[in-house]
């Protein structure tokens, strides 16, 4: 994985004043250090200039970015942030072709795809990518991301300049382009967040290429073109193709994204899905003579201060141990404190350039600067739930009919601390509701469905092109803040499109939630393991972590300049304080309660602070 950023206008010559250009490419990818740290690369031509920051994955001694290639009298340049799971299927076609390749990068692959298939070769690759490409004899820019946005690019246009990069904060690295932030970017913050709508960066101008979209920019201007979307077809498999479908889908995702010239580690936390990649990796380990390294989070005295509830009913430390009973592994327990928990969520803020999953970003953040002491590139079990129907609003009358975002519908636990005017100018319901429809407009349907048949499909859309999403960009941003690779093998285009349209009564069997996939892989886990009751990701019951938030947000609300205090009612935040907080109640997801709406509150305020 790595950082990619660039800048295009074909008014401007860059060549001319070079050391400036030069300056500013280089800046721009030293914001993005922290994503790939091992080299870094710099390209400038006369209306483009490219940059990157390169995390060693593949062909470590000469992968180094920009890949430059000249075919006849013009050049083809690529900057890229991924992984090619495919790259061996695609080889020999291009060496038949007469490309001599003098690497064995996927980057390589790319860019000689491009130029032998042509402006529309994505649907070739499987993998997780952001990339940019210059196409100098076309004399245009196009920058690719992958089909579920697994990696990120950002742009903004501006005075005629494209302006580009793997993070927000590498945009503010160009002349020109400062934060601001408007009424629509507190909509988002209040009425989305922590998700985002799809293609919107938060802040003014600020926009991103969509999962499943390439953009192109050329004398004629910028253009964004869809090369990907979930489709209906009609399932004709049985029970038992489908189960074996899954199996072998599962197993080959796994084993693909094994590939890397470093060792390959996984997160396992116990519950079914990273249980299953584990499997399959250390399976595929053994066979070749090594054993694969394991980490599992956790929070400090969580033994002490767990409480069972219908989210997590039960602790995953000792369905981690049956793992480790069954297979050789090479297993690591991290835990974290209250305090630095706390303390993340400003550094969480830094990582994405905007508030987030609170201390879910903040933990996983943490967790993974760990991870990386040890390894580069770690699987993780991330999208299961998503694709094979694993939340409760995919079975749940009350949740599954409601007339919105089923992980997020109630308006006004978002606002509970918020005053009656900024409530107002807000009009948060309008604005959801549009953003609801809007993506519902787009989800694929069939004359011939049924009502409940044609909502399973609405909620499985919704859940891929947005809680999905959010989970994918939180996992990027808190994974390569410490230069570490995380891979999703659930994630693979191929499961998702095969499984989207698998019947609900195939993936919901005898009332047990993605009993498809317990199915599939029911070889690779003890039974106790197999059948146990989804658990999400942990959080900490330390009820010393509540404290700290409730000090350090009473610092922010009895400070007159604080930056929330703008739109923050006092005495509706202190008597939130006062109350009991209520775990069992989320705000987003099935995570984020009354601590954590704080600890979302203390992330907007140090995110004012820096950005305004």
């Not at 483009?48 to 593949?58: E, K, P, Q």
């Not at 299953?276 to 956790?298: C, Y």
């Not at 005053?419 to 609801?436: M, P, T």
Request: proline share 4%; hydrophobic share 40%; with cysteine.
């Amino acid at each position: 994985m790595c950082g990619i950023a660039g800048f295009c206008n074909y008014k401007i010559d860059y060549v001319n004043n070079r050391e400036l250009w030069l300056n500013t490419i280089i800046d721009m990818r030293k914001s993005l250090a922290h994503r790939g740290n091992d080299d870094s690369g710099e390209y400038l031509a006369n209306h483009v200039g490219l940059g990157h920051a390169r995390l060693s994955i593949r062909d470590l001694l000469n992968g180094k970015q920009p890949i430059i290639r000249v075919i006849g009298d013009s050049e083809y340049v690529i900057v890229y942030n991924g992984e090619i799971y495919n790259t061996e299927e695609l080889v020999p076609e291009l060496k038949n072709a007469g490309f001599i390749f003098e690497t064995t990068t996927d980057t390589e692959v790319i860019l000689y795809a491009y130029i032998h298939h042509g402006i529309d070769f994505v649907n070739r690759l499987n993998g997780i990518f952001a990339f940019a490409i210059w196409d100098e004899a076309a004399e245009r820019l196009v920058l690719y991301r992958d089909r579920l946005g697994v990696k990120p690019l950002f742009y903004a246009i501006k005075d005629d300049t494209l302006v580009f990069g793997s993070e927000i904060k590498a945009l503010f690295g160009f002349p020109g382009i400062k934060p601001g932030i408007d009424m629509n970017s507190y909509r988002e913050i209040f009425g989305i967040g922590p998700a985002r709508t799809s293609g919107n960066g938060v802040f003014r101008g600020i926009n991103e290429v969509k999962p499943g979209y390439y953009a192109v920019f050329d004398r004629d201007g910028f253009k964004s073109i869809r090369y990907w979307d979930i489709e209906l077809k009609i399932h004709r498999d049985s029970y038992q193709e489908t189960v074996e479908k899954v199996s072998f889908l599962v197993r080959d995702a796994v084993r693909r994204q094994m590939v890397s010239d470093v060792p390959v580690c996984s997160f396992l936390s116990g519950g079914i899905d990273s249980s299953i990649v584990t499997a399959v990796a250390s399976d595929f380990l053994d066979e070749r003579g090594a054993r694969l390294n394991t980490f599992s989070f956790d929070f400090k005295d969580n033994s002490l201060y767990f409480r069972s509830n219908a989210f997590q009913p039960e602790r995953d430390r000792p369905f981690v141990d049956i793992m480790l009973e069954n297979y050789s592994l090479n297993h690591t327990y991290l835990e974290c404190d209250e305090s630095m928990l706390a303390d993340l969520l400003y550094t969480a803020v830094d990582a994405k350039d905007l508030p987030g999953m609170a201390d879910i970003d903040a933990s996983l953040l943490y967790f993974c600067s760990l991870v990386k002491r040890s390894n580069k590139v770690a699987l993780t079990g991330e999208c299961a739930d998503e694709i094979f129907g694993g939340y409760p609003w995919f079975y749940r009358e009350d949740l599954f009919w409601s007339d919105g975002f089923p992980w997020s519908n109630d308006v006004k636990a978002r606002t509970l601390l918020l005053s009656d005017d900024f409530i107002k100018e807000l009009d948060l319901k309008d604005y959801i509701h549009a953003r609801y429809t809007e993506s519902l407009s787009e989800a694929p349907c069939m004359e011939s469905e049924s009502l409940i048949e044609r909502r399973r499909k609405d909620i499985a859309y919704l859940n891929i092109k947005w809680f999905m999403q959010t989970l994918l960009d939180r996992m990027d941003r808190a994974s390569m803040y410490s230069g570490l690779e995380a891979r999703v093998p659930f994630a693979d285009h191929r499961i998702v499109e095969y499984v989207f349209n698998v019947p609900w009564e195939m993936k919901y069997r005898e009332g047990i939630e993605k009993s498809l996939l317990r199915e599939a892989c029911r070889d690779l886990l003890p039974e106790r393991l197999l059948l146990r009751k989804k658990s999400p990701y942990p959080k900490t019951y330390n009820p010393n972590y509540e404290h700290l938030l409730a000090q350090r947000f009473s610092d922010i609300i009895n400070n007159p300049n604080s930056p929330i205090m703008s739109f923050t009612d006092r005495e509706k935040a202190l008597a939130f304080m006062k109350a009991p907080a209520e775990y069992g109640k989320p705000w987003f997801g099935q995570l984020m309660a009354a601590p954590q709406l704080m600890a979302y509150m203390i992330q907007v305020n140090y995110w004012l602070e820096k950005y305004l």
